[in-house]
């Protein structure tokens, strides 16, 4: 198993690398880059967000172009010494293939650089925001899951019974509203919208944070995190819910469970000690990407709605304000993150079926 280890962590390396090489190569050929978006601004134009939006300041940075000897020109004629010296700021006075590699060998030692338009280095914002992210993330997959497998169990040992269509009612109107219309609704009923007011509202701890004994930071986290969560696992549980279902529906009427009981096996030790490690391997194959999904897509509206500033809002805010650093050193961790959650859902697969042997398929 060691070597089968060694080289799923060798292969990420040429893995990181081509998907950095093709994003950057994307990114080199989208319109109303850093330079563009600082030339718009000192020219008096809005390149944020809601302008975008709007359409109109769009249209007139795109209206800048490159003239014959490759140079950025405003559409007003600014001086080209300070237009040379805002591309070196940006470090495009280089190449685009120096560019690259000088960034892959950075990243190597986890040097993302500074952001183009936060006062802050690259990994001091991701560290800062990775808390957020992580208790969403992290919390949200592990409930779902601890919902989701025993109800998927039990949902197909009572298959067709009044449990198993009354559970599936509520479980498909749970999937069909949307997590930031729930968000929304719990706000306005239990933060202080137009009835109670329980729940706070903005941010992953209070203000007096620090002031609070242990375990009264451990509630007020716990506090903060419930309406978020529970925006995420409604809309979350459902899929995997009748996954499981169906997983182990699938397994209960195959040959070898119909010889276990015929040995005189009783249900229980039949469904886990036969039946549990065959259905759960296709449950288990979505684990990295349920928890990836969660971590740093999914979360983006409820950040947002419920003030809080993670990584999926910082990276959206990135990606529209043409942040470069900041958007490649999220990618980073990123797909680094996804790759070695991916190897740890492997080798989960090992320890609910020991006979699962990876090496052997060499």
């Not at 880059?33 to 020219?43: D, N, S």
């Not at 925001?129 to 992580?134: G, N, Q, R």
């Not at 309406?227 to 979350?236: E, N």
């Amino acid at each position: 198993m060691s070597s089968y280890i060694l080289r799923r962590l060798a292969l990420m390396i040429p893995t990181l690398l081509g998907i950095m090489l093709v994003n950057f190569a994307i990114i080199q050929a989208a319109p109303g880059g850093p330079v563009e978006q600082m030339i718009a601004k000192l020219e008096g134009f809005e390149v944020n967000a809601i302008s975008r939006i709007g359409g109109s300041s769009n249209a007139e940075v795109q209206q800048m172009s490159l003239d014959e000897s490759g140079e950025y020109r405003g559409r007003r004629g600014l001086d080209p010494e300070l237009i040379k010296d805002i591309e070196k700021l940006y470090g495009f006075d280089q190449p685009a293939h120096e560019r690259f590699l000088k960034m892959i060998k950075n990243y190597l030692s986890f040097d993302f650089g500074d952001s183009f338009f936060r006062d802050a280095k690259v990994i001091d914002l991701i560290k800062e925001k990775l808390p957020v992210s992580i208790s969403l993330g992290l919390w949200s997959t592990l409930i779902i899951y601890l919902i989701s497998i025993p109800l998927g169990i039990r949902k197909a040992i009572k298959h067709g019974s009044r449990f198993d269509i009354w559970s599936s009612a509520i479980i498909t109107t749970g999937y069909a509203i949307p997590s930031f219309l729930l968000a929304i609704l719990l706000i306005v009923l239990f933060a202080g919208g137009s009835y109670w007011n329980f729940f706070p509202l903005r941010g992953l701890v209070s203000d007096n944070f620090e002031e609070l004994s242990f375990f009264g930071q451990i509630w007020d986290y716990i506090w903060h995190m419930i309406l978020p969560v529970i925006c995420m696992v409604i809309s979350g549980f459902a899929t995997l819910t009748m996954l499981t279902k169906n997983s182990f529906l699938d397994e209960i009427h195959k040959q070898y469970v119909q010889t276990a009981r015929a040995k005189g096996l009783d249900d229980r030790r039949v469904l886990y000690g036969h039946i549990f490690r065959n259905a759960m391997l296709l449950v288990i194959s979505g684990f990295p990407a349920a928890l990836i999904g969660i971590l740093f897509t999914s979360s983006l509206l409820i950040e947002i709605i419920f003030s809080l500033d993670g990584l999926g809002l910082l990276g959206y805010e990135a990606a529209i304000n043409r942040d470069y650093p900041v958007v490649f050193g999220s990618l980073y961790i990123f797909t680094l993150l996804g790759m070695l959650i991916k190897l740890v859902g492997d080798l989960t697969y090992v320890a609910v079926d020991p006979r699962i042997d990876f090496e052997a398929r060499d």
